[in-house]
C-alpha cells in the first residue's frame, strides 16, 4: 500500500485501535498519521502507544494536512465537528465516519462533499483481528471503496455492504466484543466457582471460546452441527446446555444484539 497521509479527527478508544494495528501491521508507518482531539489524556494516550504521530492544532489543520481523514468521535458531538469541518473538504480529501448511526446522507451534507465512506470497526481491530463493514456514499469510487478495505483487512477482515445493514453490524459485532468478555468472564467464574485458581480458569475460558470460534471459521458448519458433536446423551455438555436454556442465555444473546441495534438508530437522529 502506498503511504497515505491520514488524519484522525478524534484520538479515543476506536481511533487509538485502529491506528496501533496499521502501524503493528506495517501499513501504515506512525508518521504518516495526523490527529487531534480536544481532551489532553486521548493525546496523550494516543501518543504513548504511537510516539511519530503528529498532532494538530484543530481539527481543520487534520483535514488540511491528511488525503484521507476519519471521524473518529462520538454520535453525540458529531454534528458540533461537522460545523467546525464544514467548508474545508475538498474532493481531493477523502472522509470516513467511525461513528455509529450517523448515516451518510448527514455525513455528506453536514461536510459539503459526497467523497464519503461510513465504516463500522470493532476494538479486536488493536490486535488485528478486527471485523469491520463499510458502506460508500455515491461520490466515493471504487479506488476510495478499495483504499479503506485495505486498511481494515490490514487489522482482521471487512466486507462492503449496504449502509442498511450497519446498525445491525454495529450491534453484532461493533458491541459484541464487550458481549463475549462478559461470556469470557463468566465462564472463568464458574471454574474458579468449581475450584480452579483464577489464572488458569480464565486461560482455559479464552481458549475455549477462540477454539470454538476457530472450529464455525474453518469447517464452515453451522454452530449447532458442532454443538451437537459435543452433546453426548447424558453427558456433560448437554447438563451444562440445559442451565443455559432455562436461564434464557441464547434468547438474551440475541436481545443484547437487538437492544444494540436499536442504540445505534437512535443515534441517527441528530
Excluded at 479515543?12 to 485501535?17: D, L
Aim: overall charge negative.
Amino acid at each position: 500500500m502506498p503511504e497515505t497521509k491520514i488524519g484522525l479527527v478524534g484520538a479515543g478508544q476506536m481511533a487509538q485501535a485502529l491506528a496501533s494495528g496499521w502501524v503493528q501491521a506495517g501499513c501504515v508507518p506512525g508518521r504518516q498519521l495526523v490527529i487531534y482531539d480536544p481532551a489532553a489524556a486521548s493525546i496523550a494516550a494516543f501518543k504513548k502507544s504511537i510516539p511519530d504521530a503528529q498532532v494538530a492544532t484543530g481539527n481543520r489543520q487534520v483535514v488540511a494536512e491528511s488525503e484521507v481523514f476519519i471521524l473518529a468521535v462520538k454520535p453525540q458531538v458529531m454534528q458540533t465537528v461537522l460545523d467546525d469541518l464544514k467548508g474545508s473538504v475538498g474532493g481531493d480529501k477523502l472522509a470516513v465516519s467511525i461513528a455509529a448511526g450517523v448515516s451518510l446522507e448527514r455525513l455528506c451534507t453536514g461536510l459539503g462533499t459526497q467523497r464519503v465512506i461510513r465504516v463500522m470497526p470493532n476494538t479486536p481491530c488493536l490486535v488485528g483481528a478486527g471485523a469491520s463493514a463499510y458502506a460508500l456514499a455515491d461520490g466515493a469510487n471504487a479506488e476510495d471503496g478499495k483504499l479503506v478495505g485495505s486498511l481494515l483487512d490490514a487489522v482482521g477482515t471487512s466486507a462492503c455492504v449496504q449502509e442498511e445493514w450497519l446498525d445491525a453490524i454495529t450491534g453484532l459485532s461493533g458491541s459484541g466484543p464487550a458481549f463475549v468478555y462478559t461470556i469470557i468472564e463468566a465462564l472463568s467464574d464458574g471454574g474458579v466457582l468449581m475450584g480452579l485458581p483464577r489464572e488458569l480458569s480464565t486461560a482455559f475460558a479464552v481458549q475455549t471460546v477462540r477454539g470454538a470460534a476457530q472450529m464455525v471459521d474453518e469447517t464452515k458448519e453451522h454452530p449447532a452441527v458442532l454443538r451437537d458433536r459435543v452433546t453426548s446423551p447424558g453427558g456433560t455438555t448437554i447438563a451444562g446446555l440445559q442451565v443455559l436454556e432455562s436461564h434464557a442465555v441464547p434468547a438474551a444473546c440475541i436481545a443484547a444484539v437487538q437492544a444494540a441495534t436499536d442504540r445505534s438508530r437512535m443515534l441517527a437522529k441528530p
